[in-house]
């Protein structure tokens, strides 16, 4: 009952920048963390970028001082623009929501995933 839709993916040169969206819809009260994660095949999954529902920040150390996490909460909207992209960014990036449902049996947390958006940088 909760979608969330990644947008802004895509193929480019290394050192342009680009920027990710992705949209929570369905049944939400209200949403916690959002976050962005990133896969290589045949690697884990790894946390890039983490934001509160307060909008405080956390980066791995690879991405500091050149990606930035933001939200929207009116529009349940969270936001990766990547700048000075780099060849070793290339990745399927993911976002998550942990988002709160008004359920029958109270209010409880969910963790939620998008689809994923391939980018890849070239050198």
């Known amino acids: 009952q909760v979608q969330l839709v990644e947008s802004g993916g895509g193929l480019v040169q290394a050192g342009v920048s680009l920027r990710l969206s992705c949209a929570a819809s369905?049944?939400?009260?209200?949403?916690?963390?959002m976050a962005w994660y990133r896969q290589v095949p045949g690697n884990q999954r790894e946390l890039v970028a983490e934001i509160t529902s307060g909008s405080r920040t956390n980066y791995v150390d690879s991405v500091k001082g050149r990606f930035t996490i933001s939200r929207d909460n009116a529009k349940n909207t969270v936001y990766l623009q990547m700048n000075s992209l780099k060849p070793e960014d290339t990745a399927v990036y993911y976002c998550?929501?942990?988002?709160?449902?008004?359920?029958?049996?109270?209010?409880?947390?969910?963790?939620?995933w998008g689809q994923g958006t391939q980018v890849t940088v070239s050198s």
């Open positions: 369905g049944s939400i009260f209200s949403i916690n963390g």
């Open positions: 998550n929501a942990a988002v709160l449902r008004n359920t029958d049996y109270g209010v409880h947390e969910y963790q939620y």
